[in-house]
């Protein structure tokens, strides 16, 4: 695929490295006997995302994309998915300094504002991808998105990015059928709470068993009423690695997609089921998001006309982040310009040994018995 037309959209935006939520440590609040860090905050910090956009920029990958801002979301486009009142209480505590409306959800004064800015991101990124103006693309959101529900923040994420996005692109009549594949290492509940009851939206999240939210995710979890058997879960136990990774997609997501049949195919990407990520505990690598990539990329080439969009999402890693990332825009863009791992021998080291994986093969095809029959 030729990156000369610069097919491939990347959309950031400089103020949302800007949101902050207050003193933390890693997800504890300081204070009693709890220490600050010294550098203290949320782990969902700007650091990750800008500097995944800065090694971009210096492989030169930046040079072959279509960059672009966004306008943030409309408050008639947020309430396509959350309701009036949760809005107005969202934006008077933003502007009185800022607060909490949820769990683990901090923001500062302006906090509605940059949430508005994120969600509006993807919503670009999305619509721009179904009208033809740009093959795939790529939103860099942030705050994330995935955990959020209609009515109530969780998880660092304060407004439903994708679900915004989507409902707002059928708002506009720019596609009907939207699968949504959910990578992030904490399961997709926020996602999968809003379509859940619905049989246009395919909700699919591979994460981590009983991470975040511990109460959420479970396989048996698969909708309900005309929405039964379009949402998935696929909860992976500690540990799982690159192969799994790739044999749950494999057998499980891509299978999925070809029997939905979408209009578009949409990534919740979070990058913290990488083996650096300080919440989670798997064992993914570069290659595994090149290669997750890769087949999300093909399946849409098949299904779709090759419509393909990305929502950033969660990981932690400031120092592997950036390389994931860069990987998944070198096989979005396919362009030859790489960014290689410097930790590659290492992390190829650690991979659950071949005992291990074949448990882990046994889970898989457990699942797909559970979903496919």
């Known amino acids: 695929m030729s990156t000369s037309a610069k097919n491939t959209g990347f959309y950031f935006d400089e103020k949302s490295f800007w949101h902050g939520g207050g003193d933390f440590a890693l997800t504890f609040p300081v ?24 090694l971009m920029d210096v492989t030169g990958l930046s040079e072959e994309l279509t960059l672009s801002s966004a306008r943030a979301c409309t ?16 934006k008077e505590l933003s502007d009185a300094g800022g607060g909490n409306l949820g769990l683990r959800t901090p923001f500062l004064k302006g906090g509605y504002e940059l949430a508005a800015l994120s969600a509006g991101l993807s919503r670009a990124a999305l619509s721009d991808v179904l009208t033809g103006k740009l093959q795939n693309a790529y939103a860099l959101s942030r705050p994330p998105g995935h955990h959020c529900l209609p009515e109530w923040p969780n998880g ?69 009423g005309v929405g039964l058997g379009y949402n998935m879960n696929i909860p992976l136990p500690p540990g799982s690695g690159h192969n799994t990774y790739l044999e749950a997609m494999d057998k499980l997501v891509v299978p999925a997609f070809e029997r939905f049949k979408p209009d578009v195919i949409i990534v919740a990407c979070g990058y913290d089921a990488g083996t650096y990520d300080p919440l ?94």
């Not at 204070?31 to 956009?53: S, Y």
């Not at 959910?182 to 009983?210: M, P, Q």
Request: proline share 4%; charged share 25%; aromatic share 8%.
């Open 75 to 90: 408050d008639e486009e947020l309430a396509l998915v959350h309701p009036v009142d949760f809005l107005s209480k969202f």
């Open 156 to 224: 660092f994420c304060l407004l439903a990015n994708v679900a915004i996005a989507i409902e707002a692109a059928k708002a506009a009549g720019e596609a009907k059928r939207f699968a949504v594949i959910d990578w992030d290492v904490h399961h997709g509940n926020g996602t999968e709470h809003i379509f859940y009851k619905r049989d246009d939206v395919l909700t699919i999240s591979i994460h981590e068993e009983n991470n975040y939210p511990v109460d959420t995710g479970a396989l048996a979890d698969k909708g309900k």
């Open 31 to 54: 204070g009693g006997l709890v220490q600050p860090l010294v550098a203290g905050g949320l782990p969902e910090a700007p650091e990750t995302k800008r500097r995944f956009k800065n």
């Open 280 to 373: 989670g505990h798997q064992l993914c690598t570069v290659e595994t998001f090149r290669q997750m990539t890769r087949r999300v990329r093909e399946a849409a080439e098949r299904l779709c006309d090759g419509k393909l969009m990305m929502a950033h999402e969660g990981g932690y890693s400031e120092v592997y982040v950036p390389f994931c990332g860069h990987a998944v825009m070198e096989e979005m863009s396919g362009s030859s310009t790489r960014a290689p791992d410097p930790m590659a021998e290492v992390v190829a080291a650690r991979q659950p040994n071949a005992r291990v994986e074949a448990f882990f093969s046994s889970l898989i095809d457990e699942m797909a018995l559970e979903h496919f029959g």
